[in-house]
């Protein structure tokens, strides 16, 4: 049989660990959704960038209508060398 004082102990170390559980939980919890909050502010303006750009782009090649990035897949080699000939 256990003494009080030792019971005592026991149920103190007992909720003070449970406390601290809960406590530790929280503080991680609230980095990691901190975390996500920022991950997904950064994302939305990577996507916002790349959309300015692809734009852009889309603009710049229904200007003179010809394709001049040899990336993009409408890049027509016929079409590019036959506008630097009427430029020249």
Same mark, same amino acid.
Do not use: C
């Given at each position: ?27 991680? =919890? ?6 996500? +909050? ?5 994302? /939305?303006? !990577? #996507? ?10 889309? =603009? ?6 010809? +394709? ?5 897949? /409408?890049? !027509? #080699? ?11």
């Amino acid at each position: 049989m256990a003494t009080p004082t030792v019971n005592v102990v026991r149920y103190t170390a007992l909720f003070t660990g449970v406390f601290y559980g809960i406590w530790h939980r929280r503080t991680l =919890q609230k980095s990691h959704d901190e975390e996500k +909050v920022h991950h997904a502010k950064h994302e /939305r303006e !990577d #996507l916002i960038v790349r959309a300015k750009e692809a734009w852009k782009k889309q =603009q710049e090649a229904s200007k003179g209508g010809v +394709v001049t990035d040899p990336e993009d897949p /409408r890049f !027509d #080699l016929e079409k590019f060398i036959a506008s630097l000939e009427a430029q020249s």
